[in-house]
């Protein structure tokens, strides 16, 4: 094992991977930016490194004051947590030229998934659904035209190396695929440096899922089921859950087997969640492989038992996964909501500032994986995510009473924060009777104006 690892983030998820390594005997170094010089999470690792001003080009984001750190505390390895540095083939280098165990896939491996043309290939050939469309990139407008009328509109544009919602562009009809794509293009290339775009299916109604897996360095992979983040707005998942409700189980097994042979084909080491988007028929069809582990890791850990970012670390040290595949049960529902500082009555502008009441759920079944205390100010530089607040139960329904009573305890004041949002959707019929689509939350808040 490990003697001393660095985490590359900030946060909750900073939190999240110094108790790991804690309980795994390990010494947890963090670094911070001044915005996050009073963070009391600072002192629960063994050694904190500031590593410049707030802004994360500054700090998070530069890999060289990173690296810088990670010598001075004589590091064995670097956790980079989610987002940041976390999906970056040059990351993964930089350390393996460091000599510093990156803890995630390797630099070959995150790029062969990270991207989406490359991916969509390496899917196919590993026998999982992805949606009908080019096989590669597209160039011209006339092999555009092709592709749609083969596979019907709407179709969606998208950029090879996009990410976080952005570098898409739906089209309905083939005058907007045409005035699209060249624009398009050149749009992916000033945003990612890379033109290349393609075209897929685009699905109106779907249902998100995704499957969480495990590869190590031994060459063994699985999976530890799936998860269902249809809650979303504007792409960004608020409620994650796990099982999926209302989807047949024999389907569910079938992509989760297709990703556990995907990121072995790959010889991936780490945790990987492969996402599928599901349409009406239950057919599903793989959009992405996330390289690192998840925000909303908790509600698999509920119900698999298994810790996934001790995992990750272990993986990462060179040992087996303790777990053959049939070792993996279900056990019970679990929910997650996004507690994030954004005022859902005001078309959630961030709400940064500072919070004076601090009070947290507790109780059976109930798990809050956050940074925050009372006194703690919420910094404007990041994401406004502040608490995840996690719930168990032996099923969907008492998961949901659950989650209501354990809403009902959280008080954050005097910021705003999506709670409201939450005690409101854990009443709503839709999203009890299971099954909601990615756009049902923005349907239901335009409802409500
Ligand atoms: P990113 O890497 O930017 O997150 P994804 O490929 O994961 O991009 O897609 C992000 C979101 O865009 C999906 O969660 C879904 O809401 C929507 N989307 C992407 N592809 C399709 C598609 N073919 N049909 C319908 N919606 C899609």
Same mark, same amino acid.
């Given at each position: 094992m490990?003697?001393?690892? #660095?985490?590359?983030?900030?946060?909750?998820i900073?939190?999240r991977?110094?108790?790991?390594?804690?309980?795994?005997?390990?010494?947890a170094?963090?670094v911070?930016? $001044?915005a996050?010089?009073e963070?009391?999470?600072?002192?629960?690792?063994d050694?904190a490194?500031?590593?410049g001003?707030?802004?994360?080009?500054?700090?998070? #984001?530069?890999?060289?004051?990173?690296?810088?750190a990670?010598?001075i505390?004589?590091?064995?390895?670097?956790?980079p947590?989610?987002?940041?540095?976390?999906?970056r083939?040059?990351?993964s280098?930089?350390?393996?030229?460091?000599?510093?165990?990156?803890?995630?896939?390797?630099?070959?491996?995150?790029?062969? #998934?990270?991207?989406?043309?490359?991916?969509?290939? $390496?899917?196919?050939?590993?026998?999982?659904?992805?949606?009908?469309?080019?096989?590669?990139a597209?160039?011209e407008?006339?092999?555009?035209?092709?592709?749609?009328?083969?596979?019907?509109?709407?179709?969606? =544009?998208?950029?090879?190396?996009?990410?976080?919602? !952005?570098?898409?562009?739906?089209?309905?009809?083939?005058?907007?695929l !045409?005035?699209?794509?060249?624009?398009?293009?050149q749009?992916?290339?000033?945003?990612?440096?890379?033109?290349?775009?393609?075209?897929?299916?685009?699905?109106?109604?779907?249902r998100?899922v995704?499957?969480?897996?495990?590869g190590? %360095?031994?060459?063994?992979?699985?999976?530890?089921?799936?998860?269902?983040?249809?809650?979303?707005r !504007?792409?960004? %998942?608020?409620?994650?859950?796990?099982?999926?409700?209302?989807?047949?189980?024999?389907?569910?097994?079938?992509?989760?087997?297709?990703?556990a042979?995907? =990121?072995?084909?790959?010889?991936?080491?780490?945790?990987?969640?492969?996402?599928?988007?599901?349409?009406?028929?239950?057919?599903?069809?793989?959009?992405?492989?996330?390289?690192?582990?998840?925000?909303?890791? @908790?509600?698999?850990?509920?119900?698999?038992?298994?810790d996934i970012?001790?995992?990750?670390? +272990?993986?990462?040290?060179?040992? @087996?996964?303790?777990?053959?595949?049939?070792?993996?049960?279900?056990?019970g529902?679990?929910?997650?909501?996004?507690?994030?500082?954004?005022?859902?009555?005001?078309?959630?502008?961030p709400?940064?500032?500072?919070i004076? $009441?601090?009070?947290?759920?507790?109780?059976?079944?109930?798990? +809050?994986?956050?940074?925050?205390?009372?006194?703690?100010?919420?910094?404007?530089?990041?994401?406004s995510?502040?608490?995840? #607040?996690?719930?168990?139960?032996?099923?969907?329904?008492?998961?949901?009473?659950? +989650?209501?009573?354990?809403?009902?305890?959280?008080?954050?004041? @005097?910021?705003?924060?999506?709670?409201?949002?939450?005690? !409101?959707?854990?009443?709503n019929?839709?999203?009890?009777e299971?099954?909601?689509?990615?756009?049902?939350?923005?349907?239901?808040?335009?409802?409500? $104006?």
């Amino acid at each position: 094992m490990f003697k001393r690892i #660095l985490i590359a983030n900030r946060g909750e998820i900073a939190l999240r991977i110094i108790r790991a390594c804690h309980e795994l005997g390990v010494e947890a170094v963090c670094v911070y930016s $001044t915005a996050d010089k009073e963070a009391p999470y600072l002192r629960q690792a063994d050694r904190a490194i500031c590593i410049g001003p707030g802004p994360a080009k500054e700090s998070y #984001l530069n890999i060289s004051r990173i690296i810088a750190a990670a010598e001075i505390a004589d590091v064995d390895a670097i956790h980079p947590g989610y987002g940041f540095l976390s999906e970056r083939p040059d990351f993964s280098q930089a350390c393996r030229d460091c000599k510093i165990e990156f803890i995630g896939p390797s630099p070959e491996a995150m790029g062969k #998934l990270g991207d989406k043309v490359e991916c969509k290939r $390496t899917a196919r050939a590993a026998g999982v659904p992805v949606f009908p469309g080019s096989d590669g990139a597209v160039e011209e407008e006339e092999e555009a035209i092709r592709i749609a009328s083969e596979i019907g509109f709407p179709v969606i =544009i998208k950029a090879s190396a996009g990410g976080g919602g !952005r570098g898409m562009r739906v089209c309905h009809n083939e005058a907007t695929l !045409r005035s699209s794509i060249k624009q398009a293009q050149q749009e992916a290339s000033a945003a990612f440096g890379n033109g290349a775009v393609f075209i897929e299916k685009f699905l109106e109604h779907a249902r998100h899922v995704e499957v969480q897996c495990l590869g190590d %360095k031994h060459g063994n992979a699985i999976h530890l089921w799936e998860r269902d983040c249809s809650m979303q707005r !504007r792409h960004q %998942k608020i409620i994650e859950e796990a099982p999926a409700p209302n989807i047949d189980r024999t389907k569910l097994q079938v992509i989760c087997e297709g990703a556990a042979r995907l =990121i072995k084909s790959v010889n991936y080491h780490g945790a990987a969640t492969c996402e599928f988007l599901m349409d009406g028929k239950q057919n599903f069809y793989m959009l992405e492989v996330n390289t690192r582990v998840q925000v909303e890791h @908790p509600v698999t850990e509920m119900i698999t038992g298994v810790d996934i970012v001790k995992m990750s670390i +272990m993986i990462a040290a060179g040992m @087996p996964i303790p777990y053959k595949q049939s070792d993996i049960s279900v056990r019970g529902h679990a929910m997650e909501c996004r507690i994030n500082a954004e005022d859902p009555d005001k078309n959630f502008r961030p709400s940064a500032g500072q919070i004076k $009441t601090f009070e947290a759920p507790g109780g059976p079944g109930v798990r +809050m994986d956050t940074h925050v205390v009372p006194g703690y100010t919420v910094p404007a530089n990041y994401d406004s995510m502040i608490a995840k #607040l996690i719930v168990h139960a032996d099923d969907r329904e008492q998961c949901i009473s659950r +989650m209501t009573r354990a809403l009902g305890e959280l008080h954050i004041e @005097p910021i705003k924060t999506l709670t409201p949002l939450h005690q !409101r959707l854990m009443e709503n019929a839709g999203f009890r009777e299971g099954g909601i689509d990615i756009h049902y939350l923005e349907r239901l808040l335009k409802s409500l $104006t």
